[in-house]
C-alpha cells in the first residue's frame, strides 16, 4: 500500500500558511510555479478555466524552486513531470485537514504544480468579489485543466 511521504518542513509550513489563506478567501485551487507568486481560483465557475479566472494569492511572495521539487518528490515519489512531457501527474494528498489533487505539469522547460480542493465549499458560503491581482499580460496560468506558458 503506497504511503504518503514525508514532506521537506519549511516547504509544508509554507504550503500549509499559504492553503490556509487560500481556503480564507475561498480559493478552490491553487497554482505554483518557481519564482512566481502562487495564484488562485476562487469558488468554481461554470466552463473551462481561464487565467482570467485566477487571482494572485495576497501577501505571499515567489515560490522557491526549492520547494517545488520537495512537493513533487513528496507527493509524486520516482516520478518528474518532464519525463511525461504533455502529460500531468496528480495523486490525492491530505493538507491542512482537507483532501486536494495535487497535480504536476511540465512543458517548454517550466514545471508548475497545482492543488485543487476535492471538497469545494458550498457557493452561497464564498465571500463576494475576490482578492489580489489578476493576471496580467506574460503571466502563467490555466488553461482550461491543462497547465500552460504564454
Known amino acids: 500500500m503506497k504511503t504518503e511521504a514525508a514532506l521537506d518542513l519549511a516547504a509544508a509550513e509554507a504550503l ?3 492553503l490556509a489563506q487560500v481556503l480564507a478567501a ?7 510555479m518557481p519564482r512566481a507568486r502562487p495564484l488562485m ?3 468554481s465557475p461554470p466552463g473551462p478555466v481561464s487565467q482570467e479566472d485566477l487571482v494572485r494569492v495576497p501577501g505571499h511572495g515567489a515560490v522557491k524552486a526549492s520547494w517545488m521539487k520537495a512537493l ?4 509524486l ?3 518528474h513531470p518532464a519525463e511525461a512531457r504533455g502529460e500531468t501527474l496528480g495523486i490525492p494528498v491530505t493538507l491542512v485537514d482537507r483532501r486536494w489533487l495535487f497535480e504536476a505539469a511540465a512543458g517548454e522547460g517550466l514545471t508548475v504544480a497545482g492543488l485543487t480542493l476535492l471538497d469545494p465549499p ?7 468579489g475576490g482578492c489580489g491581482k489578476l493576471l496580467g499580460e506574460g503571466d502563467v ?5 491543462m ?4
Open 16 to 18: 500549509a500558511t499559504l
Open 26 to 32: 475561498g480559493g478552490t485551487r491553487v497554482v505554483l
Open 41 to 43: 481560483l476562487i469558488g
Open 72 to 75: 513533487i518528490a513528496a507527493f
Open 77 to 79: 515519489p520516482g516520478q
Open 122 to 128: 458550498d457557493q452561497a458560503s464564498l465571500p463576494a
Open 141 to 145: 496560468g490555466l488553461n482550461g485543466e
Open 147 to 150: 497547465l500552460a506558458g504564454n
